[in-house]
């Protein structure tokens, strides 16, 4: 089960890079089509990377008792 959220995190960590390069080194941030595909890559990204560490967490605070 945590292999998926490991996966889903990559995959979230891959987005949010594309995000990032779309941003900062490509001009398709001027047209609104670059704009919405920007947001999408860099929401996705936040969301998909998310649960990986409060899962993790979780599973250290139950081994801490």
């Known amino acids: 089960m945590i292999r998926i959220f ?3 995190h ?9 995000g990032l390069y779309l ?7 001027s047209q609104v089509s670059g704009m919405v595909m920007l ?3 860099l929401g ?3 969301v998909l990377v998310s649960p ?4 993790k967490f979780i599973q250290w ?5």
């Open 52 to 55: 990986y560490p409060v899962i």
């Open 61 to 65: 605070a139950n081994r801490q008792q």
């Open 44 to 46: 996705l990204g936040g």
């Open 23 to 29: 941003l900062l080194l490509t001009d398709t941030s």
């Open 39 to 41: 947001s999408t890559a």
């Open 6 to 8: 490991l996966y889903l």
């Open 10 to 18: 990559l995959a979230g960590l891959g987005l949010i890079a594309c």
